[in-house]
């Protein structure tokens, strides 16, 4: 079992960057598959990002490729979500998980899940 928490959320102006944090306690993330979704409100939460910790591969939705970057610590203990060029449909809880699964962005197919942090960009 692994437990998640995440950070970096805040208000930020539309055009801003922001880096989300997650981090594992006590363990490495090495073998699994750490995705991040957002829920934006009163929608259903939604795949983002997505990295396979041990071979460094990423997947992003269609939505945010080239403008989320996600990357773990050089300890494969935390992985971490670069966000840039914010829009306000950004606006979202956003949650990392970690799934043993080959199917990165299905969210029922992760079993751990962090507490969620929340991003509120202003226009």
């Known amino acids: 079992q692994v437990q998640l928490v995440e950070s970096g959320g805040e208000l930020v102006q539309a055009g801003g960057s922001l880096r989300l944090s997650c981090a594992a306690s006590?363990?490495?993330?090495?073998?699994?598959?750490m995705g991040w979704f957002r829920q934006p409100p009163g929608k259903e939460r939604e795949f983002e990002a997505a990295?396979?910790?041990?071979?460094?591969?990423?997947f992003y939705a269609d939505s945010v490729k080239g403008r989320v970057t996600m990357f773990t610590d050089s300890a494969k203990t935390a992985v971490y979500l670069q966000m840039n060029s914010l829009k306000p449909e950004d606006t979202a809880v956003y949650y990392c998980a970690a799934s043993v699964y080959a199917d990165y962005r299905a969210a029922h197919l992760y079993p751990y899940w962090g507490q969620g942090t929340q991003v509120t960009v202003s226009s």
């Open positions: 990295i396979r910790v041990f071979g460094g591969d990423t």
């Open positions: 006590g363990r490495t993330l090495s073998t699994y598959t």
